[in-house]
């Protein structure tokens, strides 16, 4: 990565899951202020704000409500993955000398609040009339299907291959007293729920939940001035994937084009990282994340994930390690930021003992927006502890 280098140096994740008398700007104050609070930094330090769809009133308005003056600021939108964009863009600003020091917002409290539409631009896309008689914009989980079945179809994956990726995420979220779902299930317990769209069980989608995190990133000097686990950006990605008027191969996502640019600007292959953070909406994600970004071959990720391969101590790969977003958080159902946090954890070495990874000096965090089987964002990070 060219230019000056950027760290991460404050991390925080709302407790809460479900926001009752906390509104949205509250949550976004809080998460703002956990996180500077974890660089030992203030407000008035932030020169560069980054935040989404899910800010209230826009990014203006949330520039006030934080009490911040930024010299820089950006309210790119991509869904879910909007989070691990704002880390790029953060670290080309900081480059730069856009900025000095940036914060990420993100929060949402739409269990809490009665389920209304999170975030997002009220605006309706031109394809609406298309997809709606479909369901597809109403309900992501039929999108996911669709690639779910056309995995299956092409690879032979099985169900009972995707449920071992809910397995891992329950070892893990056992010891996370945060998570929603802290219980250990079994493949048995996935491919047993109740059927949500051919071929994806209950189990296999995300939970909802209310929340937020928020990140910092600060220039070189000023990160080691700060006496702060010292967690390096070293290589970031960002792509998107589209219908092409239904010319659609719904066998792969972004991450294919996404991962390759982080992989290229750290200088890393993925046999050099030791832990993955992986967007997790269902378990058809991950398995085919894994496959795009370059873990295992095209076709081979049901049997790449299978047997415990997925959770830390056991497999070969430890992902998700709170417990992600199948079993502990997805606020607002945009997960990109949550797996920020978690990778920053494991590289500082602050994830719970029982699912630390040990050595963990190299990780990768990766974020989807919109809906896999259609319109798309991926953005991928490698982030490393120095």
């Known amino acids: 990565m ?75 939108e991509t869904g879910g993955s909007s989070y691990v964009v704002h880390l790029r863009h953060a670290v080309q600003a900081i480059q730069a000398g856009k900025c000095d020091i940036a914060l990420i917002t993100m929060a949402d409290n739409m269990v809490a609040s009665g389920g209304g539409r999170p975030g997002g631009n009220p605006r309706l896309p031109p394809n609406l009339a298309f997809e709606a008689p479909y369901a597809v914009p109403a309900g992501p989980v039929t999108s996911y299907a669709q690639a779910a079945r056309r995995h299956m179809h092409e690879f032979g994956t099985t169900s009972e291959q995707l449920a071992w990726v809910k397995v891992a995420a329950s070892h893990h979220a056992q010891h996370n007293p945060r998570a929603l779902l802290p219980q250990v299930v079994t493949v048995e317990d996935v491919v047993n729920s109740p059927m949500i769209s051919d071929p994806l069980h209950r189990m296999d989608c995300c939970v909802v939940t209310d929340g937020g995190g928020a990140v910092v990133i600060a220039r070189e000097e000023i990160a080691r001035s700060l006496k702060r686990p010292l967690v390096k950006v070293r290589g970031l990605g960002e792509a998107g994937k589209y219908n092409h008027a239904g010319k659609v191969d719904l066998t792969y996502g972004a991450g294919r084009w996404s991962a390759p640019l982080a992989f290229e600007e750290a200088g890393v292959t993925p046999a050099d990282i030791k832990y993955v953070s992986i967007y997790d909406s269902f378990t058809i994600t991950v398995v085919m994340t894994l496959e795009d970004i370059g873990f295992c071959e095209k076709g081979q990720g049901g049997r790449f994930v299978s047997d415990g391969n997925l959770i830390s101590g056991v497999g070969k790969l430890p992902f998700n390690t709170d417990g992600g977003g199948l079993c502990s958080n997805h606020p607002g159902n945009r997960g990109g930021m949550t797996k920020i946090l978690e990778a920053v954890r494991q590289a500082r070495g602050e994830a719970h003992p029982a699912v630390q990874v040990p050595n963990c000096d190299l990780v990768l965090a990766h974020g989807t927006g919109g809906y896999l089987g259609g319109q798309h964002v991926c953005a991928t990070a490698i982030l490393e502890r120095v």
Do not use: N, W
């Open 2 to 76: 060219s230019g000056s280098a950027a760290y991460i140096m404050g991390a925080f994740e709302h407790p809460t899951r479900k926001a009752v008398g906390l509104s949205l700007g509250r949550l976004h104050a809080d998460v703002a202020l956990g996180a500077l609070e974890d660089a030992g930094l203030k407000a008035r330090d932030v020169d560069g704000y980054f935040c989404a769809g899910d800010a209230p009133g826009g990014i203006f308005a949330m520039t006030e409500h934080l009490g911040l003056k930024p010299r820089y600021q950006e309210s790119t």
